[in-house]
C-alpha cells in the first residue's frame, strides 16, 4: 500500500479546505486526496493497490450533529450522510414510512460492515468487477485507456444495462436504488459552496469515461441525503436475488414502490439493482404500469420494457430474464402488501 | 485507544489495519486474519460496543476508541463469558479459526436485538463464514448464550 497522510478534520468547511488545498482537478476517483468514512470499500481498494491516495481526510470526527441524525418531517427522511448504514436499517420510523429504504439496507452487506459503512460512502461504493480489483488486468476504470477485460472475459456478474464499449461494470449498491426509486435528493458541499443535486443525477453512465463515476468534484462531500415519502410510499419493497441467501451482491434486484387506486395502478416508482452501471430506474416500466390494472400480464409488459435495452454478454444473458422475473414478483407482492 | 479496558499508545505507520494493530503490535492474536477484505468476519472485534470488521479499518482511526477483542469477554477470574461457555457446550466449531469472530460477533447480534428467532439469527450472523460449517451448532449456542445473557 502507497504510505499516506492522515487527517482528522473536526468540522465540514475545514475537511472541504484540507480536500481543495490538494485536489488537483482530476476526478474524485483519481484524485492523491481521498475522504474516508466507514473505510469499508476503500481500505479494501487501498489494500488491493486499486485505490492509491496519498493522503486520506477523516470524516469521523466532524461535529456537526446533523451528520449523525436522521430526521423525518414535512415528507421527508433526512438522513445525515455519516449515518450508518446499520442505524438507518433498525429504524421504526424509516421502516414504517419508507419499507424500502430500510430493506434495501437489511439486505446489504453484513450487520458488521452495516454498522461501519456511511450512508453517504455506500451510495458511493466503488464496483466490485473482478478486473477491476485485480491491478494486473486492463481496466478502463482503474487505468483510463487500458481497456476492458471483462468484455470477453468471465463477465457472469457484469451489467446488461447502460453499458459502454469501455465498460460493464456493475453498480452493486442496494440503497443507492431506493434512493433512485423514490427522487432523493443529497445535499453537497464544497469549496464553492453548497448545492442539492438529484439523486438520479449523482452517478455517471460509464460512456468513455468510467473513470468518472459521480457528478461530484473531489473538494465536494455528500453531508445528507433527502427522501420525499407519501402515503403511499408505504406500500413499497426491495426484492434482492443473490447466489447465497445472504451477504451477497445481487445478481437482480427490483426496489417497487407503487401508488395503486384499489387493483389499478396511479403512480409506480421502479429502480433495478444488479443488472446496470450505474443506480437505474427504469421509467419505461413505470410508465406501462400507469393506469393499468396490476395483475401477471402487466408486471411481465412491464419488466419486458424494462429489459429491452438490455446488451447482455457471454456469460451474463441469465441477467435479462432473472431481472425480468425479480421485477415482476417484486411487483406482485408489492401489491399485495397490507398496508 | 483502549483495548479491553486498558490504555495503550501505540505508535504505527498509518497503513497498519486495527487487525494488524491488535496482533503483531498489541500481541492480541485471538483476533484472526481471514480473508483479510472483509468477506470472512473472523477478525470481528467491538469498537464501542458495536460489531466491526478490524482488517477494514486503519488503526488510526480509532484513535480514543474502546476496543473489545475475544481476551476481554472472560471475568478477572477467568470464568467464562456466556457465549464462550455456549459454544462450548454446543460443540459449535471444529477447527475453531472463526469461532473468536463468530463470538464477538453473535455477541453484537444480540446486543443489536437481532436474535429473536433461529431465522433472525442466520440473517444477522451472514457475515461471519465457517468453513467447517458448524452453523446449526453456532445458531444453537447464540440461543442458549441469548437466554442467559438475558436473565443476568
Known sequence: MRPFVFERPTNISAAVALVSSFADGRAPTQADVQFIAGGTNLADYMKLGVARPRRL?????LSEPALRQIRISDGTIRFGALVRMGEAADRGDVKRHCPLLAESLKFAASAQIRNMAS???NVLQRTRCEYFRETSWPCNKRVP??????MEGLNRQHAVLGTSDACIATYHGDFAQALIALDAVVDVEGRHGTRQIRFAKLHQLPGDTPDVETDLAADEVITAINVPFSEWSRRSRYLKIRDRESYAFALASAAVALDMDGDTVRQARIALGGVATVPWRARLAEEALVGKRLDQSAAETAADAAFAEAKPRRHNEFKVPLGKRTLVRALIETRDMKV | ??????????GLD????LLDALRDHVGLTGTKKGCDHGQCGACTVLIDGKRVLSCL???VMNEGREVTTVEGLASADDSLHPMQQAFIDNDAFQCGYCTPGQ????????SEGHAGSEDDIREYMSGNLCRCAAYPNIVAAILQARDEMRRA
Do not use: E, H, K
Open chain 1, 119 to 121: 450512508l453517504a460512502g
Open chain 1, 57 to 61: 481526510v477523516d470524516l469521523n470526527d
Open chain 2, 57 to 59: 479499518s486503519f488503526a
Open chain 1, 145 to 150: 485507456g487500458s481497456g476492458c477485460a471483462a
Open chain 2, 103 to 110: 463470538i464477538m460477533s453473535a455477541i453484537g447480534c444480540i
Open chain 2, 1 to 10: 485507544m483502549r483495548i479491553n479496558g486498558q490504555v495503550y499508545n501505540l
Open chain 2, 14 to 17: 498509518n497503513r497498519t489495519s
